[in-house]
């Protein structure tokens, strides 16, 4: 597998996931044509894309998807529920819906793993190929124990990391925004974040991302921080570390 994250932050997300048999988007949250771009550079155009995997319908996860269905004409996979609010946003389109909360795309399987946050339906993804598996998680306030076994040791993790408590209790948001952050449906702070990784993280993991860092309520520096700090506390060490940003894409990683 190989995994680039576009683009995250709360300006907008997306990430790019290629097998030997597929190839996925998660959220287009950016505008169509930095994507494009950033496609390009991976030497893929946009119409060998198989699918588009939606995490929910916020602005900075679906900003630039109705002008890539018009262009591209992509196939979507959505719940039912998904399915109503997109429609709602961004008019018809192709897709599928998922089964048993799970779909197999050429020569991967998806299994959906639920969130909690504000956005009326909200997911998050283990993706599989053959021995391999990653974990996509953003925009949650918290991370349910029922998904833990099937989220436990996986090669990579791309999870939010959205804020220092702190940054964010003295910071320019307002209480109500506040409250709406640190709450079940908000995000996740670095040591909600780093916290879950530690129970994750197992043998077979070879890298982590962390994503949809706050520009107002972060830095890379706490983000790094509090997870080595989380990694001496349960007396582990993990260093393949990477930190996703809004206007950069990260490296391509393999697993």
């Not at 993790?157 to 506040?178: A, I, T």
Request: a neutral charge; hydrophobic letters at 35%.
């Amino acid at each position: 597998m190989r995994i680039c994250v576009l683009s995250s932050g709360s300006k907008g997300n997306s990430c790019y996931i290629e097998t030997e048999g597929t190839k996925l988007l998660i959220d287009v949250g950016t505008t169509t044509t930095y994507i494009v771009n950033e496609l390009d550079k991976l030497g893929v155009k946009p119409k060998e894309i198989d699918a588009i995997l939606i995490t929910h319908a916020h602005v900075d996860h679906i900003h630039g998807l109705k002008s890539f269905i018009n262009k591209y004409n992509p196939l979507i996979y959505v719940t039912e529920k998904l399915l109503g609010i997109l429609e709602e946003q961004v008019g018809t389109f192709r897709y599928e819906i998922y089964q048993d909360k799970q779909a197999i795309i050429n020569d991967v399987r998806i299994n959906l793993i639920k969130t909690s946050h504000d956005a009326g339906e909200q997911m998050g993804f283990v993706i599989k190929n053959n021995d391999k598996s990653m974990v996509y998680i953003t925009d949650t306030g918290y991370i349910n124990s029922r998904y833990f076994d099937i989220l436990s040791n996986r090669n990579l993790y791309v999870l939010e990391s959205n804020h220092d408590v702190l940054m964010l209790k003295n910071g320019p948001y307002p209480y109500f925004l506040q409250q709406r952050v640190v709450g079940d449906k908000g995000h996740l702070s670095n040591d909600q974040a780093s916290s879950y990784l530690c129970k994750f993280i197992g043998k077979d993991t070879k890298a982590v991302v962390f994503a949809h860092l706050s520009e107002n309520n972060n830095t890379e520096e706490k983000v790094l921080e509090t997870f080595n700090n989380k990694l001496k506390e349960n007396k582990m060490k993990f260093d393949n570390v990477i930190i996703a940003r809004q206007n950069e894409a990260t490296k391509v990683i393999e697993i």
